[in-house]
């Protein structure tokens, strides 16, 4: 008894072109039980809901001419994982993989033998031997295609090109053309398998991403029920008091939460975790994109794919194998891939009307001219007969090329981003993108490190113009052993100061260390009372601090927070800190102004104004500024904007921003290196946690726009050029062909650029 299912999915094999895709779709719409499906050409994936039986939908997939598996947590492997075998010769291994392609190959062979036979008449039989030779080719190429085409009409109610090709060779034959029917099915066969082949790539490349992570770890575990020392001084099993840990190989698959991980210098990590032992750099450019490797210490996160550097390390697995970082990567871009932009939606309205309006036209073509105006039905010695032309219409009727000409840009374009670390949801939100000119960014965490650093440090016995000198060390170090045992922000960039100072052990922790109401801290140092507290607290206590007044009020210009330090009363000076901007946040707001002039950069914060406007006058090109916002304030800021400026992207840290990031058009997270809260808030994701990346996805959600769109003028001009072609009788079956599969071959080839796009280079 077959088991229903509520939920299905399923890996398609065979489809060559995205109509395929319609066809299944409308085909499984009709089983019994089925609620709703959905067919992506791009992933080849099948997804039915309702009261399912998978035997049934098997055996339609299947009767439609398709392969099928149902899913598994893994994606299917990539053609050539390896990357040994590529152009001419990974092609060949294609055809020769499947039935389908073997008998087209041996129908080539028949033709290009029985060729020659044309051109010598008088050899006995001769005629005789073409056209059986034509009969075999035709039936070893053509078979599948007629098969697929009628029972797609049978099942779907679909006029496929498969069909249509059907109509075609067996109307060539019917007029006596059989060369031509057999060069015709052919063409159509060769043009299909190369139509797939290119179509397999385009799903490997994101299948490839997976396959970055190795499948076997060497795992770290204690020796258990040890046989070699078994029944010594009465051990009888369990953990071996003798033994230590083993390294044992197993695949990832089995490795456990908790487990230990060796991993050596070079290779590549199996497994997200966290280092539990060792220091190594960590290059992490297959999820973050980053070029440089990355230092890595004990407590520090790493994720599967990535490579180790120049030492050992032991990672505790805190993800298993099939919920790493890189897998849930490609399971939302294979999400991504299925969600169908407004240019796709488009395309799949227009072409459900252009087949049949095209097939009317043939039908008119073969039988109006004849009735009505006494022209020849079949071929003469003058010319083209009108059935002939209306065949060569049937082949151009299907919308192959203008179908796939969006969905293989758009598998390109994510896929493209995903290696080099940004992960974008859907073809809808890189849509979007494109039209973005106003992108409204958080300030802290996005802009800036989020992190507090020590600006400076001005000791009263020092003079402002020095830089640094013995009196202001020794100030920070005195403020280092208040702050030794704090958790907060301020204290952390003290005790960073310290250390980089050299300072950090000049003094012991102090103690009685307690704090003053959201004030400062104060501790016991020696028998002294030291304090660091907030300018306003000294001022409140009465402290005699006005020979830094000047200072103090040119750093809080600044947009800098002050912290003064006393010991028993008397001001010793004060440390300057700062949220400063990000290295690389400058640079990218100058990529995208020079991108476009036009396009207009906000700065959205919580901080004051002052502080605000001292960290738009480092960035330069923030062309406004909203301080003092609540996160509900930020949504109202993002609408204000669309409502002034139409679409509007926003960046934040994916977390305190997410109300903005729901509320603007396009969200845009900082991942921070494959956060979970990153990847499930926003519509696209920077892997890397800082703006590097941002010019970057711009730039090619533009490029993307503009390839759909060469891709979609380009079919439409090879359509209608050959509808002129035809109508006439300048245009055989062959060039029918030749029109409707290289087209589609070069929307494909087209759309594959983007795979091989590197970040500013030109479209």
Not at 292 to 297: E, R
Request: glycine share 8%.
């Amino acid at each position: 008894m077959t088991t229903l299912s509520s939920e299905l999915e399923f890996h398609i094999s065979g489809m060559d072109c995205a109509n395929c895709a319609r066809t299944l779709e409308h085909s499984i719409a009709r089983l019994e039980g089925v609620e709703s499906v959905s067919v992506d050409f791009s992933t080849a994936m099948l997804h039915a809901r309702g009261r399912l039986n998978p035997d049934a939908i098997r055996g339609r997939v299947q009767a439609l001419g398709y392969g099928v598996i149902e899913r598994t947590d893994t994606p299917s492997p990539p053609i050539s994982p390896d990357g040994s075998r590529t152009g001419v010769a990974r092609f060949i291994r294609y055809l020769i993989t499947g039935r389908r392609n073997v008998s087209a190959l041996a129908a080539v062979v028949i033709l290009v033998l029985a060729s020659p036979l044309a051109h010598f008449p008088a050899i006995p039989f001769a005629a005789t031997v073409l056209a059986a030779a034509h009969l075999a080719v035709i039936v070893l190429a053509g078979h599948t295609i007629m098969i697929k085409g009628i029972r797609a009409l049978a099942f779907s109610g679909q006029i496929t090109i498969d069909l249509l090709m059907s109509i075609a060779t067996i109307g060539a034959l019917l007029i006596g053309e059989t060369g031509e029917a057999a060069t015709v099915i052919v063409l159509f066969a060769l043009g299909e398998a190369l139509e797939g082949y290119t179509a397999e790539r385009a799903r490997d490349s994101l299948r490839s991403l997976l396959a970055l992570a190795p499948d076997q770890a060497h795992v770290l575990r204690p020796c258990t029920d040890c046989v070699e020392h078994l029944g010594q001084n009465g051990y009888e099993g369990g953990p071996c008091p003798w033994c230590g840990t083993h390294e044992i190989v197993t695949p990832v698959t089995e490795v456990r939460i908790g487990d230990t991980v060796l991993v050596r210098p070079a290779e590549r990590i199996p497994v997200d975790g966290r280092i539990s032992n060792g220091v190594s750099s960590v290059n992490q450019a297959p999820i973050t994109g980053e070029s440089i490797p990355v230092h890595k210490q004990p407590g520090d996160e790493v994720f599967a794919g990535t490579i180790n550097g120049e030492a050992a390390i032991e990672v505790e697995v805190t993800r298993l194998a099939g919920d790493s970082t890189i897998g849930r990567i490609v399971r939302l871009v294979e999400q991504a891939q299925a969600q169908r932009s407004p240019v796709e939606r488009f395309v799949d309205r227009f072409a459900r009307w252009y087949t049949p309006v095209v097939v009317v036209i043939a039908v008119l073509t073969a039988t109006v001219p004849p009735l009505l105006f006494g022209q020849p039905f079949f071929d003469t010695d003058e010319t083209r007969g009108w059935l002939y032309r209306a065949l060569a219409l049937l082949i151009v009727a299907c919308p192959c090329a203008l179908v796939i000409s969006t969905p293989v840009t758009m598998v390109s374009s994510l896929t493209a981003l995903a290696r080099r670390g940004v992960l974008v949801k859907g073809g809808v939100f890189l849509d979007a993108l494109a039209r973005v000119k106003t992108f409204a960014f958080d300030k802290t965490g996005t802009l800036t490190a989020g992190v507090p650093v020590v600006v400076s440090a001005q000791s009263t016995e020092c003079s402002s113009a020095q830089e640094r000198c013995e009196s202001c060390d020794d100030l920070v170090a005195l403020a280092a052993s208040v702050e030794a045992r704090s958790e907060h922000p301020l204290a952390h960039a003290i005790l960073l100061e310290a250390e980089a100072r050299g300072v950090a052990r000049r003094y012991a922790p102090a103690s009685a260390v307690r704090a003053l109401a959201g004030r400062g801290v104060q501790g016991i140092l020696n028998g002294d009372v030291v304090t660091i507290g907030s300018h306003m607290h000294f001022h409140e206590s009465q402290a005699d601090c006005r020979n830094l007044h000047p200072s103090v009020e040119e750093a809080e210009a600044s947009g800098n927070t002050v912290i003064l330090v006393s010991r028993n009363n008397r001001i010793l000076g004060f440390v300057s800190v700062a949220d400063a901007p990000r290295p690389t946040s400058r640079e990218a707001i100058g990529t995208l102004k020079a991108l476009d002039p036009h396009t207009r950069t906000v700065m959205l914060t919580g901080d004051n104004i002052s502080v605000a406007q001292a960290v738009a006058q480092k960035l330069g090109q923030i062309d406004e500024i909203h301080a003092g916002l609540l996160p509900e304030d930020k949504v109202s800021v993002v609408r204000q904007l669309q409502r002034d400026y139409g679409v509007v992207a926003m960046i934040g840290d994916g977390v305190n921003d997410a109300p903005a990031l729901a509320a603007a058009t396009v969200g845009i997270a900082m991942g921070g290196g494959g956060t979970a809260q990153a990847m499930e808030t926003a519509d696209i994701v920077l892997m890397q946690g800082d703006l590097t990346h941002l010019p970057d996805v711009v730039l090619t959600s533009r490029r993307t726009q503009q390839i759909i769109w060469q891709n979609i003028a380009f079919s439409l001009t090879v359509k209608a050029l050959f509808l002129l072609l035809a109508l006439p009788g300048w245009a055989t079956l062959w060039m029918a062909v030749f029109a409707d599969m290289g087209a589609s071959l070069l929307v494909t080839l087209n759309g594959m650029r983007m795979l091989r796009q590197e970040p500013g280079m030109a479209a």
